[in-house]
């Protein structure tokens, strides 16, 4: 396969904030010609062929990090992945000593996941190599709206003029922010469903909406995106119990029956099964594209992983 025609042109993938509508749209290209080539290229013309790559993941993550693990792999790069918890950082290291321990080893991209909005930002003003954002906090989380946007075009063939409803805990959610961001510049309509104390204030805007309840936020919407209740990012009670939350704001089949017949249900995991989505639903293939936001995931991240790469790697500087 060729080498990617476009250039990010910033040294940096931190979030859908910095990227223009074209910059989404060349990355989802890429994106799905890896995905229809089955993750293969030509390693050759890869600009991270035996270069290094350094996940540090401040935060458990399962996907996200096997897929960017995968990704550099198949882009030919060597790939490392700290494991934080046997780390300097239990002895108190701060993170930009950690950060700038792993500089010095010279990787051509560190992908940073932390529990602090604003840290990966922080850090990539320190290191010299390339930084892509795994998630900040509740702040950003730009591969996984790619990889949203990417299976959502994949099964609808545009996201222009699509009804997006994204449901459950938007205020601590880097998902639905980065979701947010891409889905109104790429010109779908948003609608947030969420009970009061879990949404943001000031979120609203053009081509957002904002609902209070799952019967009125998801009629005739094209996709149902649901998000996972964050407990750990809680403190104190934002609901009264999971089994009210399940009931009002829970995806089931009779809520599902308000939207479009062919709206698909999407949940970027881990799910809590039976208090934002019954089991049924999430495994129901007809309706879920669940495991293809994950394969998605693979596509999206060595797109990613290609343009930062190739900006540091003696690409477009
Ligand atoms: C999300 C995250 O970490 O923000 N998970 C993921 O990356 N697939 C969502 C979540 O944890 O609920």
Known sequence: MAAPLYKLNKPHLLGIEGLTALDIAMLLDRAKTLAAANFKIDKKISPLLDKTVINLFFEPSTRTQTSFELAAKKLGADVISMQVATSSVKKGETLLDTAMTLNAMRPTVLVVRHGDSGAVQLLAEKVN???????????????????????????KGRLQDL?????????????ARSNILLLSKMGAE???????????VGIAGDNVTIYTSMIDGLREADVVMMLRVQNERMNGHFFPSAREYYHFFGLDAKKLALAKNDAIVMHPGPMNRGVEIDSAIADDVTRSVIYQQVEMGVAVRMAALEVVGEYHAGGAK
């Open 129 to 155: 190599c390339g930084v892509i954002n795994a998630g900040d906090g509740t702040h950003e989380h730009p591969t996984q709206a790619l990889l949203d946007a990417l299976t959502i075009h994949t099964r």
């Open 163 to 175: 009804v997006v409803a994204i449901c459950g805990d938007i205020l601590h959610s880097r998902v």
């Open 190 to 200: 948003v609608r947030l469903i969420a009970p009061p104390t879990l949404l943001p």
